[in-house]
């Protein structure tokens, strides 16, 4: 499996940004789909953003117009610029990749190598 890593959270307040890194040890995946999820305690994981290998990104309503994936193939670097951010962003954000020939968060979430998380805090 490859080992994914997060990191880039923290804590600001409404209306901040900050930029969460993805970066993956090593990068075999043929049909990439790769993103990020969030949860919070005593809810489900829920899709944020991802991103298929011709580089068309999907995203949450809830983040729509905020969030923004870019990705760094050469580096096998994926990274979520998060602007105008709220309190109700707050969550452990994952990172998750797999090879897909369907790139969508449902397909992605029970198949994909996981990185351990990092935490966003958005106060108000």
């Known amino acids: 499996r490859v080992q994914v890593a997060e990191s880039g959270g923290g804590s600001v307040q409404a209306g901040g940004s900050l930029r969460l890194t993805c970066a993956c040890s090593r990068y075999t995946y043929n049909s990439r789909c790769e993103g990020w999820f969030r949860q919070v305690p005593g809810k489900e994981r829920e899709g944020v953003a991802l991103?298929?290998?011709?580089?068309?990104?999907t995203y949450a309503d809830s983040v729509q117009g905020r969030f923004t994936l870019s990705q760094d193939k050469s580096e096998n670097t994926l990274y979520l610029q998060m602007n105008s951010l709220k309190p109700e962003d707050t969550a452990m954000y994952y990172c998750?990749?797999?090879?897909?020939?369907?790139?969508?968060?449902?397909?992605?979430?029970?198949?994909?190598?996981w990185g351990d998380g990092t935490e966003v805090t958005v106060t108000s």
């Open positions: 998750a990749a797999a090879s897909l020939d369907s790139c969508d968060f449902r397909l992605l979430h029970p198949v994909a190598d």
């Open positions: 991103i298929d290998e011709y580089g068309t990104a």
